[in-house]
């Protein structure tokens, strides 16, 4: 599943360059150990060198500086900024399963999945007298087989849904937003701020952000009507 994603990078001489490429790589390149914690792209190129040039032939490569489908993620090598509005991946939350699969194993190996432990600094845990759902800190850890080996931490229940950690990115300014107006204008504002948007770009995110606004009322609309109380129910008159 998935679709277009925007990626854009801005290099330390300031040049932004935009890369639409497939959601669902794209979280093995961003959430890697070597990313949050000393700021390497080397996995971040590789990746966008592959859309750039497109070698699965499947239409992606460089485009304006504007969201894809499911948003836009930058990267900003100048001031060590991480921003997004996209509504493909958390990039904070991980799913304990994610290391313990093997489909995880596969996108990095061993060191893959140990360095993504080690990137957790919380669990998610319920709170049964508060009735809701906090984040504990905990521990950090060594490597994967500290956390698969310990199946509370990684499942709710013996066989039952993985529990999810916090993430963190100690080497990057993070703002992430979901892919709705707040976020839209707050990632366009960013490069606006900077002079990195030509006038067709301000306008291709205009237009996302246009249409974010109809998706709202659309909602609003949606919601409004669930709201209204239900028509009585009216017995057929009796024939004869």
């Known amino acids: 599943m998935g679709g277009r994603i925007a990626i854009g990078i801005i290099e330390q001489d300031g040049a932004l360059k935009t890369i639409e490429a497939h959601t669902k790589f794209m979280p ?3 959430i890697n150990e070597g990313f949050a914690k000393t700021g390497d792209v080397s ?10 040039n497109d070698v699965f032939s499947e239409g992606f490569g460089k485009i304006a500086n504007v969201p894809s489908d499911y948003g836009y993620v930058l990267v900003d090598l100048r001031e060590g900024n991480f921003v997004a509005a996209q509504r493909f991946t958390n990039f904070n939350t991980i799913i304990g399963a994610e290391i313990a699969q093997a489909e995880f194993f ?6 893959g999945a140990d360095g993504l432990a080690r990137m957790i600094t919380h669990l ?7 009735q809701k ?12 087989s500290s956390l698969l080996a310990n199946p509370g931490m990684l499942h709710w229940e013996p066989g039952g849904p993985s529990r999810s950690f916090t993430v963190a990115y100690p080497a990057w300014n993070t703002s992430f937003h979901d892919y709705d107006i707040e976020g839209l204008e707050e990632v366009r504002d960013y490069l606006t701020g900077r002079g990195l948007l030509s006038p067709d770009d301000l306008a291709g995110w205009q237009d ?4 974010a606004y109809r998706n709202k009322a659309e909602m609003d609309a949606f919601e409004a009507e669930d709201e209204l109380p239900a028509k009585p129910i009216v017995a057929a008159p009796k024939m004869g």
């Open 28 to 30: 093995g390149a961003i």
């Open 43 to 52: 996995e971040l190129r590789e990746f966008l060198d592959k859309y750039e």
């Open 106 to 111: 596969k996108r990095g190996g061993k060191a």
């Open 124 to 130: 998610h845990e319920w709170n049964d007298d508060d």
């Open 133 to 144: 759902m906090e984040t504990v800190e905990i521990e950090p850890l060594k490597d994967a």
């Open 208 to 211: 996302k952000i246009d249409e």
